[in-house]
């Protein structure tokens, strides 16, 4: 099984909520990820989780608040987005060796509005 | 600065014509080089992992190769639903689990 499952598939959202993103995996993995990808461009690292703990944090904006309760929950915490923040996030884990695949998920489509 | 780029950025192929998209990257260090099919609106499925010059990887009707400087995803008889949006990405000695992606081919198969 390698699936990585997001909730929900798609959020619309106004500038002033907050909302969260969910991830969710069973296969092991003690790394997780988030990514955003932009319309027909590749997806850009956002965060990245070893052991639970946040090892990399690409300057991401603090309107997102990556958390990590458990090696198989990944939280991704929205507040005051701006309508430029509107894309596909995705969440993806791996083995914490540096050079193994990364699985990811469907993703979620965020529109804030 | 590690760079990966994908050529053509986009190609239109009739079912069954055979073609091979390329993936060239100036890495320090490569760890690892994987491939990945995305549809639209879908996060990317992964397809292939190489690690060394000389490597190869087959999965039904795509075959991955890998040299020092590109590597490339051959496509053999293609069907329509092959057409995707096909990523090249690599991990570095200094970019320890960070995914450095292609632009990525838009891949079309017209029956």
């Known amino acids: 099984d390698t699936e990585v499952t997001q909730t929900p598939k798609h959020l619309v959202m106004g500038m002033t909520n907050k909302k969260s993103l969910k991830c969710e995996q069973h296969m092991g993995h003690r790394a997780m990820y988030w990514y955003k990808q932009k319309a027909k461009k590749p997806p850009e690292l956002m965060f990245v989780y070893s052991y639970e703990k946040l090892s990399i944090n690409e300057s991401v904006p603090s309107r997102f608040s990556p958390e990590c309760p458990n090696s198989s929950l990944l939280n991704l915490h929205l507040h005051a987005l701006q309508p430029e923040d509107s894309a596909l996030y995705l969440c993806a884990s791996s083995h914490l060796t540096t050079n193994t695949e990364a699985f990811f998920g469907q993703g979620t489509r965020l529109t804030v509005v | 600065e590690d760079q990966v780029t994908q050529s053509p950025e986009a190609l239109r192929l009739q079912e069954g014509e055979s073609s091979s998209l390329n993936c060239s990257y100036t890495?320090?260090?490569?760890?690892?080089l994987f491939w990945y099919r995305q549809d639209p609106g879908k996060g990317p499925e992964f397809l292939f992992t190489l690690y060394s010059a000389g490597e190869e990887k087959e999965k039904e009707r795509l075959k991955a190769t890998l040299t020092k400087k590109e590597s490339f995803l051959h496509i053999t008889a293609p069907k329509p639903e092959d057409s995707a949006t096909y990523l090249c990405a690599v991990v570095t000695a200094q970019g320890a689990q960070k995914l450095v992606f292609g632009q990525g081919t838009r891949l079309t198969i017209n029956p």
């Open positions: 890495v320090s260090g490569l760890r690892g």
